[in-house]
T-cell receptor
Framework: AQTVTQSQPEMSVQEAETVTLSCTYD???????LFWYKQPPSRQMILVIR??????QNATENRFSVNFQKAAKSFSLKISDSQLGDTAMYFC????????????FGTGTRLKVLA | SQTIHQWPATLVQPVGSPLSLECTVE??????LYWYRQAAGRGLQLLFY??????ISSEVPQNLSASRPQDRQFILSSKKLLLSDSGFYLC???????????FGPGTRLTVT
């Protein structure tokens, strides 16, 4: 069975600094997708970034980038130039491409950006 | 553009009462639909998902059930609520070929 582990329940970072959130996963499949979702205090969950397992290049979206290490089954999220609006719960998620369209979520990391 | 609605936003129900939470999606057709429950420290737990009308897959044996009476409508129900059903319920949709899931605003359910 696939599992997703986020070992950092809470983190904080000073505004304008860089922070990295960790995520590891376990699967026997070779084709899958990985995601980072953000859930601000208002509760609406939004997609931050996604990575296809067959792509070696790490995905980037503006200040957000990932470090995808397929052999190590690691998928960390780096937030550069942190802003107060980045304060949120961040969830790592895994989805197999086997056709079931099911996500497996980690337990989340609560990030607080300090002024 | 696509939007997803959930209601009610909050709900307080006594133990043993029935439940009906509704989720609708606009601006797309034949979406995959999902119900999650979010508990503190446990992330999101997938409860049900549906790839078409009348097609429901259950992930966790529980006191809840789901139905999809229309293409873009997904309903979460219970005949008799338990205290352990309290939580934050999220509905989500996705297009099969795109894979991202888009979440609704959620329903906070408190069973007293």
């Amino acid at each position: 069975a696939q599992t997703v582990t986020q070992s950092q329940p809470e983190m904080s970072v000073q505004e304008a600094e860089t922070v990295t959130l960790s995520c590891t996963y376990d699967t026997s499949e070779s084709n899958y997708y990985l995601f980072w979702y953000k859930q601000p205090p208002s509760r609406q969950m939004i997609l931050v970034i996604r990575q296809e397992a067959y792509k070696q290049q790490n995905a980037t979206e503006n200040r957000f980038s990932v470090n995808f290490q397929k052999a190590a089954k690691s998928f960390s999220l780096k937030i550069s130039d942190s802003q107060l609006g980045d304060t949120a719960m961040y969830f790592c998620a895994f989805m197999t491409t086997s056709g079931t369209y099911k996500y497996i979520f980690g337990t989340g990391t609560r990030l607080k950006v300090l002024a | 553009s696509q939007t997803i609605h959930q209601w009610p936003a909050t709900l307080v129900q006594p133990v043993g009462s029935p439940l009906s939470l509704e989720c609708t999606v606009e601006g797309t057709s034949n979406p995959n639909l999902y119900w999650y429950r979010q508990a503190a420290g446990r992330g999101l737990q997938l409860l049900f998902y549906s790839v078409g009308i009348g097609q429901i897959s259950s992930e966790v044996p529980q006191n809840l059930s789901a139905s999809r009476p229309q293409d873009r409508q997904f309903i979460l129900s219970s005949k008799k609520l338990l205290l352990s059903d309290s939580g934050f319920y999220l509905c989500a949709w996705s297009r099969g070929a795109v894979y991202e899931q888009y979440f609704g605003p959620g329903t906070r359910l408190t069973v007293t």
